[in-house]
């Protein structure tokens, strides 16, 4: 097995797409290391792409922000002004494993691992994150919500990675939050994952949205209709109500170890109505 | 600094129940501490297992050709390597097993009984090449139906997994075989006249899933064997006189040429008293001619130890309207896993113990499926059947009105009751227990909406058993304990503690191992609550042997007659007249003398341990429900268990915590969750959810001291009974908080959510 | 396939190893650097037996190749006394009795002194939080927890 520690995205490439066999991209390791443990995955080339600056920086662009695909959820948590910016993203990346997992797990690793009950990736999906994918064909951007495709089912073509994520710019009176439902109260994979973005006007109502679920169908989901239920209203009890059913229609779950079918669909509805709450508390704040 | 709390060298001064800093405890804190895995030795070899994909199957041939022409392979063994075993029960832990039976867990014969099951085993120069090596290693394989279920096993017709089983205990005598082993059962009175005295009557049948002991260690072992049919061998286990025992009898080794090390133990809880990986150590070193270091992985602990038993039991009783329980009868099916032995019969002696009934009647049967041979498991049955029981009482509680710690107490069982297993029970603290509890603040804080609160009473009876300890002066007035139970939880403070009050040396002065085969005679396994009883009482018979020999030695000094001296207060005092001629004489005087006055002072005890006392516990625990996703939140917790005395408090404690801990992961989150297929699903800290830090409050610990007049300090074992009110005081709380009585454990989410939404009191 | 050659720093000691691609930082610390005190309960990051400091960071070492430590900066539970004198975490937990079986007591060392150098006045909450990826069988948590929250005072204190 070799591994190979680029310090450049062109040399990542050419490592990825001139690989015989299988290669795998190296962020933080806490699903590779684990899934070559099992036996699940025997690469022949293991390409880590912490040596290369961008997939390490968190930046200003555009007035929104640029998060490296290999920044680790501790990081990410010591960033004052993103967590104020986005605190879903940034308490969903904290969810991932424990305090020890939160020091090595990237989003890049998360969302490229192809788990439709990622933590990090709802929330990212919320926020409309777009992730950028360097390639043999260069560069390209995809949105969060476009990347995984099903169960390690990536959208990504042999040769390239992630490399990082774009948050858009964040007007005033907007947040966002992520709730995940496990039977513990850490260590758990989400059995149902919710995060929720949302813009206020002056006066308290949502004129923006995006819901999306995580665990309750083959990838993680955006729920245009979800999104829908809430605009226009400020989260009364008619549009909460409406904001569940909408959930609970989008769901297409298994039964799991984890969970019924039937669980997830009536956890899916409570989360996505408590985490909305909680952006709109943090939105009036904000 | 690292330093014991200031107890000085002056005689007055007790150790016994205070809370001593643990000798072994420094290299504990800095990782200095050798567990299982620790050990290496030089040209040692890697040893790995080859195990059963298939629940159930008949294994037609196994070619290991190809895996003994890897380079870097040194040895392979099948059950080719294994003689095989006559039938013979023996004890492991407080349950029973046979060695026909141990052959064919350690390494599988005619069948493969359980996905993980051992099917061969190779020793290689690294890990890579021996897991190379199992690959290449061609098993045939006749996939058979399995059944993993209690009550599918018990089915006529179901698969057979031995077709040598003939139920024991049934009249007439079976004359098919079945998957039951045994039928046992405990009678007191006739339950059925009880019946007719009681007012009111509650049956309910309860199902459990099977959980595992969890020990953050797992299973390792590293084995040298020399061509002379000795072998030494490093082991993390409960009992390394037993693994000795088991070694040479499955390898056909003299006993006294196997000498085993007990290493550190990460954890074991009944989990390590059987032999896994050490017989397989072994058999490779001879054939490698090198010694063989053994790891099972966290998945192979899962699949391939001895989680406990899964069951289904059913309990009917009695009471009159006053609250009197005048019938108690039960039916008990508890999974052995592929072999018999499963730990029905302590359920069956366990399940009504706490109460004092005239009329019991309590049938067990053990059943063999095609999972894990199960292991001991703190108090092993017992949980299971005292959390259908607790539960039953506290309906009857609900239904007559009445304070759930009122009825208890109205028929707890006391001293002189009658246990319905047999013995009539001495001095005994369940009444304190309760009283305690009902004192405490914890009792008497009002609970909101959502919120339950419960109570459950636990009793394990405890054993004593073969035990040798050895205390030796050095010529500095030190003192070696060599103790030969291993230490899983502090017992080396509690030992050192008693060794210095009995010889009058300061505590910091005396030095406790756990030494290996070669030190000592016998010593059963730690299991049974028996580490700390029974070590103490071989410690205290050294002691006095000590004492006794430097009397002796004072009167050669002295020139004295025996009855001119007596042991008092940590030395050899002179009596009367002869206090003007001599001065006192402390052990490390004598230290000093020891050559001239006939050679090294030492003492050892070798006793079997008699006059265990049973421990009686009540829990208290207060818990919330999330009524829209059905989570449990565990608010607070007390426990109140009876010690008889407390060597060392912190260590009681320490018990108390832990125990209740494990109960409720039992009650809330632990399962084996098996496919369709007969396999595993969580084989791994992910999906078998064990407590985490954040899942529980603090465990407040109430020590009850009801003394065990049978034990020169007043010790009760305690390492079990905490495990045992925990289920149903879970159980209690969550009736209390949601008004449904789930009678399956665990009580997980998606089950309380979905029980609920059928009583139509969420809002989902 | 050659080994990789690691330089790196081990408890402040500069260290050297060879190490195959699928070695972990616990496997290299273990099995050749003979620094057993970081355990393997789980090799999959579930109970922090294992658990490291890397560059400062709380890590689990089966999370970590061997390979990725070059040039960088490991801490275990071997060098968390200083000298003879024990750290305040580790005093704490013999007088707390805080360990019974011990082998998950380096992993949450390790994991209560990176909190203490992160918070130094946690709330029991936080505290419990923090730990929430070591696994301990034998406590039940209690005594651990408060022998973190007594050393974070006591450090307080100064």
Redesign the interface.
Request: glycine letters at 12%; charged letters at 30%; a positive charge.
């Given at each position: 097995?070799?591994?190979e520690?680029p310090e450049s995205v062109e040399g990542a490439v050419a490592l990825l797409a001139g690989a015989n066999g299988e290669a795998r991209v190296?962020a933080?390791?806490?699903d590779l290391?684990?899934q070559?443990?099992?036996d699940v995955v025997d690469p022949d080339l293991?390409v880590?792409i912490?040596k290369i600056p961008e997939t390490r920086a968190i930046s200003e662009e555009k007035g929104g922000w640029r998060i490296g695909a290999a920044v680790?959820g501790?990081e990410l948590k010591e960033h004052a002004r993103l967590r104020k910016a986005w605190p879903g993203v940034v308490e969903a990346a904290n969810l991932i494993?424990?305090?020890?997992?939160q020091?090595?797990a990237t989003m890049g690793g998360n969302l490229c691992n192809g788990s439709p009950a990622a933590d990090s990736v709802p929330a990212l999906i919320a926020a409309g994150a777009v992730a950028t994918l360097a390639g043999p064909k260069g560069k390209r951007d995809l949105p969060v919500e476009d990347v995984m495709l099903g169960p390690r089912k990536l959208a990504l073509q042999k040769g390239e990675f992630v490399a990082s994520f774009l948050l858009p710019p964040r007007p005033p009176r907007a947040s966002d939050a992520y709730l995940r439902?496990i039977?513990?109260?850490?260590?758990?994979?989400a059995?149902v994952g919710a995060g929720v973005s949302l813009t206020l006007d002056g006066g308290g109502t949502i004129t923006a949205a995006r819901v999306s679920l995580g665990a309750v169908a083959p990838r993680v989901l955006l729920v245009p209709e979800a999104a829908q239920a809430i605009i226009g209203s400020r989260l009364d009890e008619a549009a909460q109500r409406r904001l569940e059913a909408a959930a609970r229609a989008a769901c297409r779950p298994i039964d799991?170890?984890?969970?019924?079918t039937?669980?997830r669909i009536?956890?899916a509805?409570?989360l996505a109505r408590r985490t909305a709450l909680i952006a709109l508390d943090r939105a009036r704040a904000s | 600094m690292a330093e014991t709390n200031g107890h000085s060298k002056t005689n007055g001064q007790s150790y016994v129940g205070t809370r001593t800093i643990r000798p072994d405890g420094v290299d504990k804190v800095t990782g200095r501490a050798r567990f299982g895995a620790d050990f290496n030795l030089a040209g040692q070899l890697i040893g790995r297992v080859l195990r059963s994909p298939h629940p159930h199957a008949r294994i037609v041939s196994i070619d290991t050709s190809k895996a003994e022409a890897l380079p870097g392979v040194k040895a392979v063994v099948t059950r080719d390597d294994f003689p095989d075993q006559s039938s013979e029960f023996i004890p492991a832990g407080e349950m029973m097993m046979n060695y026909k039976d141990v052959v064919r867990n350690v390494m599988a014969r005619e069948k493969a009984l359980y996905e993980g099951h051992a099917v061969a085993a190779v020793a290689a120069t690294s890990v890579a090449i021996a897991r190379r090596a199992l690959k290449l290693i061609e098993v045939k394989y006749e996939v058979l139906p399995h059944v993993i279920d209690v009550v599918e096993a018990m089915r006529p017709g179901a698969p057979l997994l031995h077709d040598d089983l003939f139920t024991v205990g049934v009249e007439p005598k079976p004359e098919k075989p079945s998957n039951i082993a045994k039928r046992f059962e405990i009678k007191q009175g006739d339950v059925e006249a009880g019946f007719k005295k009681a007012d009111i009557i509650v049956e309910r049948e309860f199902k459990t899933a099977p959980v595992h002991q969890g020990y953050i260690e797992p299973h390792a072992a590293l084995a040298t064997a020399s061509e002379d049919g000795s072998a030494e061998v490093w082991t993390t286990t409960q009992g390394h006189f037993i693994v000795r025992a088991h070694c040479a009898r499955l390898l056909g080794l003299d006993i006294g040429k196997v000498r085993v090390t007990a290493t550190e133990i990460g954890g074991g809880f009944g989990g390590k008293t059987v032999v896994y990986l050490e017989p397989l150590a072994i058999a490779l070193s001879k054939k490698a001619k090198r010694p063989v270091k053994m790891v099972m992985s966290r998945e192979e602990v899962f699949k391939a130890s001895g989680p406990t038993s899964g069951a289904t039991v059913r309990v009917k009783m009695g009471a009159t309207k006053d609250g009197k329980f005048v019938a108690g009868a039960a039916e008990l099916k508890y999974q052995a896993g592929a072999f018999q032995g499963s730990p029905v019969q302590p359920g069956v002696m366990c399940a009504y113990a706490p109460y004092d009934i005239e009329n019991v009647h309590v049938i067990g049967y053990d059943v063999v499926s095609n999972r894990p041979k199960v292991a001991a498991y703190r108090a092993p049955g017992a949980p299971i059947s005292e959390y259908a029981v607790e539960s039953v009482v506290d309906e009857i509680a609900k239904k007559l009105r009445l304070d759930p710690i009122e009825l208890r107490m109205m028929n707890a069982a006391r001293e002189g009751t009658k246990a319905a297993y047999g013995p009539k029970f001495g001095p005994i603290g369940l009444e304190e227990t309760l009283n305690s509890i009902k004192k405490t603040e914890h009792w008497n804080t009002p609970l909101r909406k959502w919120q339950g609160r419960g109570v459950a009473s636990g009793f394990w009876f405890n054993i004593g058993g073969e035990t040798c300890a050895s205390l030796t002066v050095n010529e500095d007035g030190t003192v070696s304990l060599v103790a030969g139970t291993p230490d899983i939880g502090g017992l080396r403070a509690s030992l050192a503690a008693v060794a210095a009050d009995e010889l009058g040396v300061p505590y910091d002065k005396v030095r406790p191992i756990i030494g290996d085969t070669g030190s000592l005679g016998f010593n059963f396994l730690t299991g049974g609550s028996r580490s700390a009883f029974s070590g103490s009482m071989a410690i205290v018979e050294a002691a006095k042997q000590i004492k006794a020999d430097l009397c002796a030695r004072a009167c050669k000094l002295w020139e004295a007659k025996p009855d001119q001296v007596e042991w008092k207060d940590g030395a050899v005092r002179p009596l009367g007249a002869l206090a003007e001629k001599a001065k006192p004489m402390t052990v490390a005087d004598f230290a000093k003398v020891a050559g001239k006055t006939g050679g090294p002072i030492g003492g050892v005890g070798r006793i079997n341990a008699q006059g265990a006392g049973p421990s009686f516990g009540t829990h208290l625990v207060d818990l919330e429900v999330d009524p829209e996703t059905g989570r449990v939140t565990i608010l607070r917790y007390t426990v109140a268990q009876d010690a008889g005395r407390a060597l060392h408090p912190a260590y009681v404690e320490g018990q108390f915590q832990g125990g209740a801990v494990q109960g409720i992961g039992w009650a809330l989150n632990e399962e084996y969750i098996y496919g369709e297929d007969g396999k595993l699903q969580n084989a791994g800290f992910l999906d078998y959810r064990m407590p985490v830090a954040s899942d529980v409050p603090m465990i407040d610990a109430i020590l009850v001291e009801v003394g065990n007049p049978k034990h020169p300090y007043g010790v009760r074992g305690v390492g079990e009974t905490p495990i045992v009110p925990p289920l149903g005081a879970i159980a209690n709380a969550m009736e209390n908080a949601t008004g449904i009585r789930f009678t399956e454990l665990p009580m997980s989410p998606p089950k309380v959510l979905k029980a609920l939404k059928e009583k139509g009191a969420a809002r989902a | 396939m050659a080994k990789h050659h690691i330089e790196t720093t081990v408890n402040g000691d500069p260290v050297e190893f060879l190490c195959e691609t699928e070695e972990t930082l616990l496997d290299v610390l273990r099995d050749t650097l003979l620094l057993t005190g970081s355990k393997e309960g789980c090799a999959s990051g579930d109970c922090g037996a294992c658990s490291v400091m890397l560059d400062g960071r709380l890590v689990c070492s089966c999370l970590v190749l061997g390979c990725e430590v070059a040039g960088r900066k490991v801490e275990t539970i071997e060098g968390m006394a200083q000298g003879e004198t024990l750290h305040p975490l580790q005093q704490s937990f013999l007088e707390h009795a805080a360990l019974q079986c011990g082998i998950c007591t380096p992993g949450f060392l390790v994991a209560g002194k990176a909190l203490l150098e992160k918070n130094p006045n946690p709330t029991e909450t936080e505290v419990r939080y923090w730990l929430a990826g070591n696994l301990c069988r034998c406590t039940g948590y209690d005594k651990i927890v408060s022998a973190v929250m007594d050393t974070a005072a006591a450090l307080r204190k100064g």
């Open positions: 097995m070799r591994y520690a190296l933080g390791g806490t290391l684990v070559m443990r099992a293991i880590d912490k680790t501790a494993g424990s305090t020890q997992v020091g090595r439902f039977p513990r109260t850490e260590m758990d994979i059995v799991d170890k984890r969970g019924t039937e669980f009536d956890v509805a409570v | - | -």
